[in-house]
């Protein structure tokens, strides 16, 4: 099992970005996948998750709205499209595999099987 996340980079204000992450050894639908970011010095803090099963998507609530969680199940790849880019969205982003289908509250980013290594979203002017 191997999580490959990447399109993080720098961006303006109000700007857009498209965050990847390819999985490998397994197949979308027996997991829900989750974007997780961790900011300096703070925790780390879920983002959105897409189950597995029946592509159900959860946000939280500092960026319902802006980002949106999907998937391609050809590409075996979940996209983070990030709108409305604030200062505060600065991060590092990692993907992340439920233990199964459904995705576990975004709060319970320690009981999250696998993830990535990581790419940096950097929003400054």
């Known amino acids: 099992v191997q999580l490959q996340a990447s399109g993080g980079g720098h961006v303006q204000p109000g700007g857009s970005l498209r965050l990847s992450c390819v999985a490998s050894g397994f197949a979308l639908a027996d997991y829900g996948i989750g974007w997780f970011r961790q900011a300096p010095g703070k925790e780390r803090e879920g983002v959105a998750c897409i189950s597995g099963h029946n592509e159900a998507t959860d946000y939280s609530r500092s960026v319902k709205g802006r980002f949106a969680i999907s998937r391609d199940v050809a590409k075996n790849t979940v996209y983070l499209q990030m709108n409305s880019l604030k200062f505060e969205d600065s991060a590092v982003y990692y993907c992340?595999?439920?233990?199964?289908?459904?995705?576990?509250?975004?709060?319970?980013?320690?009981?999250?099987?696998?993830w990535g290594q990581g790419t940096l979203v950097t929003v400054s002017s």
């Open positions: 992340a595999t439920d233990v199964g289908p459904v995705c576990a509250p975004l709060s319970l980013a320690s009981i999250r099987d696998e």
